[in-house]
């Protein structure tokens, strides 16, 4: 089940500025392990799929995305350095576009890996781990504790964990990037595209995974990033 809502605001391209923003809240439950996820899990109870029924692996509760495009005041056509010259064949004509996004994390569930318990069934990673009564909302979050360990513990054996699924949100992302494209006229129908292209311009450290499992030596940290700043330039030749 899926619910959701948009709103949007769009400017267009005048006097050299436009962009747009959209935040979306959403929500999205479902009772099938895998769907939206990075493997195969099955349902910890298979005689009890209702007991799976909970966010989705995809769910964001919130997500902001705005985008800024900017042709710079340079070069012919322009404000500044409109009558040619070397500095306007070097600085004119580019464009610059910001694209922001900010979003919440997606859901993540306590799952007890290589337990006995799902070994005798042929499965693993399905049996979640157990609620001890303690939050597990941490005030100030870090990298080797993202929330509250003793929030969980691991099931007694031939039990199943009562922790529900996609129980605890993981973390969320803001990202900046940034494009500068300059198109260059050579006369007829050729043409040559310049185009810059930065992501996490800012350089942000962004944590991505957790690791959920009650019995692994990294339990409680967080175990990946997302991609540090990277940049790249296309030169395209049209005829």
Same mark, same amino acid.
């Given at each position: 089940?899926?619910?959701?809502?948009?709103?949007?605001?769009?400017?267009?391209?005048?006097?050299?500025?436009?962009?747009?923003?959209?935040?979306?809240?959403?929500?999205?439950?479902?009772?099938?392990?895998?769907?939206?996820?990075?493997?195969?899990?099955?349902a910890?109870?298979?005689?009890?799929?209702?007991?799976?029924?909970?966010?989705?692996?995809?769910?964001?509760?919130? =997500?902001?995305? &705005?985008? @800024? $495009?900017?042709?710079l005041? /340079? +070069?012919p056509? %322009?404000?500044?350095?409109?009558?040619?010259g070397?500095l306007?064949?070097v600085?004119?004509?580019?464009?610059?576009?910001?694209?922001?996004?900010?979003?919440?994390?997606?859901?993540?569930?306590?799952?007890?890996?290589?337990?006995?318990?799902?070994?005798?069934?042929?499965?693993?990673?399905?049996?979640?781990?157990?609620?001890?009564?303690?939050?597990?909302?941490?005030?100030?979050?870090?990298?080797?504790?993202?929330?509250?360990?003793?929030?969980?513990?691991?099931?007694?054996?031939?039990?199943?964990?009562?922790?529900?699924?996609?129980?605890?949100i993981?973390?969320?992302s803001d =990202?900046?990037? &940034?494009? @500068? $494209?300059?198109?260059i006229? /050579? +006369?007829?129908? %050729?043409?040559?595209?310049?185009?810059?292209?930065?992501?996490?311009l800012?350089?942000?450290?962004?944590?991505?995974?957790?690791?959920?499992n009650?019995?692994s030596?990294?339990?409680?940290?967080?175990?990946?990033?997302?991609?540090?700043?990277?940049?790249?330039?296309?030169?395209?030749?049209?005829?």
């Amino acid at each position: 089940m899926l619910n959701l809502g948009t709103i949007q605001l769009s400017k267009r391209l005048s006097h050299g500025v436009g962009g747009n923003a959209s935040y979306t809240l959403m929500q999205s439950k479902d009772n099938t392990p895998s769907l939206g996820g990075g493997g195969v899990i099955v349902a910890q109870n298979p005689l009890d799929p209702n007991a799976e029924y909970a966010l989705s692996n995809f769910d964001r509760r919130h =997500q902001f995305t &705005g985008n @800024l $495009v900017v042709e710079l005041p /340079l +070069g012919p056509g %322009r404000r500044w350095l409109d009558h040619g010259g070397m500095l306007a064949s070097v600085l004119g004509g580019w464009t610059a576009t910001l694209s922001w996004s900010l979003q919440s994390g997606t859901p993540f569930t306590m799952r007890v890996c290589g337990a006995a318990f799902d070994v005798a069934q042929g499965t693993n990673c399905s049996l979640r781990a157990d609620l001890t009564g303690l939050s597990p909302r941490l005030s100030d979050p870090n990298l080797l504790e993202f929330f509250n360990k003793g929030a969980f513990s691991t099931p007694p054996l031939g039990t199943y964990g009562d922790s529900p699924r996609n129980f605890l949100i993981g973390p969320g992302s803001d =990202q900046l990037n &940034g494009t @500068l $494209v300059r198109d260059i006229r /050579l +006369g007829g129908v %050729r043409n040559v595209t310049l185009q810059i292209n930065a992501t996490n311009l800012l350089n942000n450290v962004q944590w991505l995974g957790i690791d959920t499992n009650p019995t692994s030596s990294s339990y409680g940290q967080v175990i990946s990033v997302r991609a540090m700043r990277a940049a790249t330039a296309t030169l395209r030749f049209r005829f």
